[in-house]
Structure formats: structure tokens, C-alpha cells
Nanobody, 122 residues
Framework: QVHLVESGGGLVQPGGSLRLSCAAS????????IGWFRQAPGKEREGVSC????????YYADSVKGRFTISRDNAKNTVYLQMNSLKLEDTAVYYC???????????????WGQGTQVTVSS
């Protein structure tokens, strides 16, 4: 069992930055691929980025490529999502998820956090 807790969300102006954290307990994240997802009001949940457990390789959705960076600190059992140059359309609840062997970049994933709100507004 993996328990995930996201933090770091908030209100930011367009062009600003935020760093989301996904802290795990109950198991080490070393063996899990971690994905970040988001869901905006009235829209389906979409995959944003993921980082592999095996070799640390990363993947980004086209909508965030070049602006977001995913990283992991296994010593802290935490995965981060650095979000730069934020746009209005990045507003959503952001979730992290973990799976030992997801089918494809974005799932399905077994374990989910509760989400953290990111609001980009002027």
C-alpha cells in the first residue's frame, strides 16, 4: 500500500511558477512509476507527466512540455512537479499517482493522492 499526499498548490499569476510535491508513505517510491494528472472543472482528467521507476525516464504531455519538470528524490520518498510559465489553462486540481507497472505513460495507476488545487489567475 502506498499513501500519497500532494502539496504546493495555490493561486499564481500567469507566467508564474509553482512546485508541487507528492510525498509517499507506506512504501518506498523507488519501485513505482509516478504520474501527475490534472482535472479542470467540466473536463476529463488528463495525464501531465510521469517518471519511471526503472531508469528515471520522463514523459510530458504536449501541453506542458518545456514548462513543467518532473523529478524524484528517493531519499525523501517524494516526487516533484516544477511548473513554470503557468497559463490560465493550467488551472486544475493536480493529482499524483503511483503504480509499479502502469500500462503506458498514464495508467491505469493503483494509488492516488487527494489532489491539490492550482489556480492561475490575474
Amino acid at each position: 500500500q502506498v499513501h500519497l499526499v500532494e502539496s504546493g498548490g495555490g493561486l499564481v499569476q500567469p507566467g508564474g511558477s509553482l512546485r508541487l510535491s507528492c510525498a509517499a508513505s507506506g512504501s518506498t517510491l523507488d519501485y513505482y512509476t509516478i504520474g501527475w494528472f490534472r482535472q479542470a472543472p467540466g473536463k476529463e482528467r488528463e495525464g501531465v507527466s510521469c517518471i519511471s521507476s526503472s531508469d528515471g525516464s520522463t514523459y510530458y504531455a504536449d501541453s506542458v512540455k518545456g514548462r513543467f519538470t518532473i523529478s524524484r528524490d528517493n531519499a525523501k520518498n517524494t516526487v516533484y512537479l516544477q511548473m513554470n510559465s503557468l497559463k490560465l489553462e493550467d488551472t486544475a486540481v493536480y493529482y499524483c499517482a503511483a503504480d509499479q507497472d502502469p500500462e503506458g505513460y498514464f495508467g491505469p495507476y493503483d494509488y492516488w493522492g487527494q489532489g491539490t488545487q492550482v489556480t492561475v489567475s490575474s
